[in-house]
């Protein structure tokens, strides 16, 4: 009788740990939706009682009223003389504005360093029917408890929301190791923020607050830092998040439609068209012969006898989709959607307040006609992301340098992968970032990994006889900031100062093997590694 009680007691332990499992309390289309790590556990009306720490959102609402009142403040240098620094820059560096924002420089946001008024403060946010706790400046600290209904009030009205979303898509950008973009896209648009357990202070609670895409407000609050509830809630946010259409579908594309096709005529019905603005069903006779029905909702025009595209970029990347492959896989529509938007900004020239790119086999082909929900849902759920590193390409069926293969791609996503690792696999050196801030996360060293290519096909022979040897097919060699040398094995990138020296040679054999030898025990074995690291290059 005493094995089955056992049995009995170790099956409850666990189920006891979730029950008392703190939850994340998501406040989110005027409801407060309780999630486990897996699921959501409970939906009500969000209760105007419910209150949190301010914590470091105090920091969004000065960012506002910058940009709002059209402020010129300086940029915050690091002296090395405060340890929040580390939120900010290293000793000798400067911050600007926007990063400040994303990493959560409270010295730069700090009242008192831009000249902002207690009086202008509060004329400020009562014009805008702000509550109390925003209206006195003192009292902007992070402690701060405030009502979660009143914030996300607050946030659907503030000022320069337009640009602090655009800004926040790098919060997401960075986290868990971008893993939450992985996870959530280009849904979600926040500034973290963290502050002291409520019951116990050694510990911490945490979440963000800002928008979604479409700026709907959003805030989420557990327990842990910030960083914990997006690495350890990135899943269950991706099935709760709705994929909406952007607010700012983002600057106007301007498409030459048919850039190769001569067009003869255009009718509407029996009537020929001559020029200007079209709306509904219309016939496209080519020089060729050829004939085409499209559709116009207003975006089309025939002007001097060529048919111009004047689209939402987002609208363009649902179009060049919806042409070029199609909405499914999934996955494998994301990764190609980034890869669409990448190519507009790489290729497209400026044309006025427009983005000019012809409509063409030799840039992207675009659909004649809106664009299907399907290829809608995949471009609004990447939107905003492209990749920052390296030149962009793309085949229906040709893999190549910098280049991704749909069919590839496709077989990718039936196989389980994600987009961002089919992205990684096609763009090794670039790395996932935002439309108006494109920046790598790995600056390339060409010579260092051509070097690296030459000596491996010497040492291809002696390698192949150790036990645990993978030859790897696609990695990038990245130029280390800081630090010593490493490999980030999930990226496939290894990174070193260069190839000049022959420390900078042993390093970069040395990291290779590591990656080289990832699924072996051999792997983790640092003596083994720079033995032969060292005999491959010496010896």
């Given at each position: 009788?005493?094995?089955?009680?056992?049995w009995?007691?170790?099956?409850?332990i666990?189920?006891l740990?979730?029950?008392?499992?703190?939850?994340?309390?998501?406040?989110?289309?005027?409801?407060?939706?309780?999630?486990?790590?897996?699921?959501v556990?409970?939906?009500?009306?969000?209760?105007?009682d419910?209150?949190?720490?301010?914590g470091?959102?105090?920091?969004?609402f000065?960012y506002?009223?910058?940009?709002?009142?059209?402020a010129?403040?300086?940029?915050?240098?690091?002296?090395?003389?405060s340890?929040?620094?580390?939120?900010?820059?290293?000793?000798?560096?400067?911050?600007?504005?926007?990063?400040?924002?994303?990493?959560?420089?409270?010295?730069?946001f700090?009242?008192?360093?831009?000249?902002i008024?207690?009086a202008?403060?509060?004329?400020?946010?009562?014009?805008?029917?702000?509550?109390?706790?925003?209206?006195?400046?003192?009292?902007?600290q992070?402690?701060?408890?405030?009502s979660?209904?009143?914030?996300?009030?607050?946030?659907?009205v503030?000022?320069?929301?337009d640009?602090a979303?655009?800004?926040?898509l790098?919060?997401?950008?960075?986290?868990?190791?971008?893993?939450?973009?992985?996870?959530?896209?280009?849904?979600?648009?926040?500034?973290?923020?963290?502050?002291l357990?409520?019951?116990?202070p050694?510990?911490?609670?945490?979440?963000f607050?800002g928008?979604?895409?479409?700026?709907?407000?959003?805030?989420?609050?557990g327990?842990?830092?910030?960083?914990?509830?997006?690495?350890?809630?990135?899943?269950?946010?991706?099935?709760?998040?709705?994929?909406?259409?952007?607010?700012?579908?983002?600057?106007?594309?301007?498409v030459g439609?048919?850039?190769?096709?001569?067009?003869?005529?255009?009718?509407?019905?029996?009537?020929v068209?001559?020029?200007?603005?079209l709306?509904?069903?219309?016939?496209?006779e080519?020089?060729?012969?050829n004939q085409?029905?499209?559709?116009?909702?207003?975006?089309?025009f025939?002007?001097k006898?060529?048919?111009?595209?004047?689209?939402?970029?987002?609208?363009?990347?649902?179009?060049?989709?919806?042409?070029?492959?199609?909405?499914?896989?999934?996955?494998?529509?994301?990764?190609?959607?980034?890869?669409?938007?990448?190519y507009?900004?790489?290729?497209?020239?400026?044309?006025?307040?427009?983005?000019?790119?012809?409509?063409?086999?030799?840039?992207?082909?675009?659909?004649?006609?809106?664009?299907?929900?399907?290829?809608?849902h995949?471009a609004?759920?990447?939107?905003?992301?492209?990749?920052?590193?390296?030149?962009?390409?793309?085949?229906?069926?040709?893999?190549?340098?910098?280049?991704?293969?749909?069919?590839?791609?496709?077989e990718?996503?039936?196989?389980?992968?994600?987009?961002?690792?089919?992205?990684?696999?096609?763009?090794?050196?670039?790395?996932?970032?935002?439309?108006?801030?494109?920046?790598?996360?790995?600056?390339?060293?060409?010579?260092?990994?051509?070097?690296?290519?030459?000596?491996?096909?010497?040492?291809r022979?002696?390698?192949?006889?150790?036990?645990?040897y993978n030859?790897?097919?696609?990695?990038?060699?990245?130029?280390?900031a800081?630090g010593?040398?490493?490999?980030d094995?999930?990226?496939q990138?290894?990174?070193?100062?260069?190839?000049?020296?022959?420390?900078?040679?042993?390093?970069?054999?040395?990291?290779?093997?590591?990656?080289?030898?990832?699924?072996?025990?051999?792997?983790?074995?640092?003596?083994?590694?720079?033995?032969?690291?060292?005999?491959?290059?010496?010896?």
């Amino acid at each position: 009788m005493t094995r089955p009680l056992v049995w009995w007691l170790l099956c409850l332990i666990p189920a006891l740990a979730t029950a008392q499992e703190e939850p994340l309390r998501l406040g989110f289309k005027g409801e407060l939706i309780s999630l486990s790590q897996t699921q959501v556990i409970s939906r009500e009306p969000l209760p105007a009682d419910v209150q949190a720490p301010l914590g470091s959102l105090w920091k969004l609402f000065v960012y506002g009223w910058l940009v709002d009142t059209g402020a010129r403040e300086p940029a915050y240098e690091c002296r090395g003389q405060s340890k929040e620094e580390v939120y900010c820059c290293a000793a000798g560096g400067k911050i600007e504005r926007d990063q400040a924002l994303v990493k959560s420089c409270g010295l730069y946001f700090e009242p008192a360093r831009l000249g902002i008024s207690e009086a202008g403060w509060r004329d400020y946010w009562q014009a805008r029917q702000a509550p109390e706790w925003l209206l006195n400046l003192p009292s902007l600290q992070p402690s701060t408890r405030v009502s979660v209904a009143e914030l996300l009030k607050v946030l659907a009205v503030m000022p320069a929301q337009d640009q602090a979303r655009r800004v926040l898509l790098d919060v997401v950008l960075s986290a868990a190791d971008g893993n939450v973009v992985g996870e959530l896209g280009g849904r979600l648009r926040v500034k973290t923020w963290s502050w002291l357990g409520d019951q116990d202070p050694a510990s911490r609670q945490g979440g963000f607050a800002g928008w979604t895409a479409d700026g709907t407000p959003i805030w989420a609050g557990g327990r842990g830092t910030s960083q914990m509830v997006l690495r350890h809630y990135g899943g269950v946010l991706a099935s709760v998040l709705p994929v909406e259409w952007p607010l700012d579908a983002g600057r106007c594309v301007e498409v030459g439609l048919f850039s190769r096709y001569p067009i003869e005529r255009v009718l509407a019905g029996d009537r020929v068209v001559s020029s200007g603005p079209l709306l509904g069903d219309y016939r496209v006779e080519f020089a060729n012969g050829n004939q085409l029905d499209i559709h116009s909702d207003g975006e089309l025009f025939l002007l001097k006898g060529k048919l111009v595209a004047r689209l939402d970029r987002e609208e363009y990347v649902a179009r060049v989709l919806q042409r070029e492959a199609k909405p499914e896989p999934i996955e494998a529509a994301k990764a190609l959607a980034v890869a669409i938007r990448t190519y507009l900004l790489q290729n497209a020239t400026r044309h006025g307040d427009c983005l000019s790119i012809d409509d063409s086999s030799n840039r992207q082909r675009v659909a004649p006609r809106p664009a299907t929900a399907e290829s809608r849902h995949i471009a609004a759920w990447t939107s905003d992301l492209v990749l920052a590193g390296s030149t962009v390409t793309y085949h229906s069926d040709q893999p190549g340098p910098d280049k991704l293969s749909w069919q590839h791609a496709i077989e990718q996503a039936n196989a389980g992968q994600r987009y961002d690792a089919i992205l990684l696999h096609a763009y090794p050196r670039a790395s996932l970032s935002r439309w108006d801030n494109p920046v790598a996360s790995c600056e390339a060293l060409p010579a260092a990994q051509d070097w690296l290519l030459k000596q491996r096909r010497g040492w291809r022979a002696q390698l192949e006889s150790e036990v645990g040897y993978n030859d790897v097919s696609t990695f990038a060699v990245c130029r280390l900031a800081f630090g010593r040398p490493y490999v980030d094995r999930e990226r496939q990138r290894i990174y070193v100062r260069g190839v000049l020296s022959l420390q900078d040679r042993l390093d970069l054999t040395h990291e290779y093997l590591h990656l080289a030898f990832e699924a072996h025990p051999n792997g983790q074995d640092e003596t083994y590694i720079e033995g032969l690291a060292r005999h491959l290059l010496l010896e």
